[in-house]
């Protein structure tokens, strides 16, 4: 079976469909949409491809702060497929975007998320603080060393 991370330069309804699912379910369909930021033309997006089919997905804008120019939003897995390394995977291609950078990548990772995001060497820089309508979450840290 082929898996493949892949960058993508259009987003169709898949993609949204994807995100809905995972990080806006019961929430209106509008909700997946990240103004300014899904369509800036510095925004990287990316799937990740089993044969044809997108079961993972990931934004990573840049939203500078200390030593972070980027900061990963929207990363989504279907359901069927987690526990498999795939957003790990997502997580590194990142991680190697912002490596030749020489920067870090923050994110607001959700409780859930918190142990994938340590993994890849992330820190928690924040206390537990609560997106309305989503849930909990830590502020997150990667620096580059």
Known sequence: MVSEIRVLEKLDDEFFQ??????RQGQPFETVHYRRID????????????????????TMQVDER??????????????AFRGQGIGTQMVEYFQRIAALEKTGIWCNARIL????????????????????????HHDMEWKHA
């Open 113 to 136: 998320a918190v142990p994938l995001y340590a993994r890849c060497g992330f820190e928690i820089v924040s206390d537990v603080f609560v997106i309305e309508n989503i849930g909990p």
């Open 66 to 79: 200390s030593g972070c120019r980027f900061r990963i939003r929207g990363m989504a897995v279907d359901e």
């Open 39 to 58: 369509t800036d033309p510095l925004t990287r997006h990316i799937g990740y491809f089993q044969e044809q089919k997108i079961i993972g997905i990931a």
């Open 18 to 23: 994807l995100r809905h699912r995972v990080l």
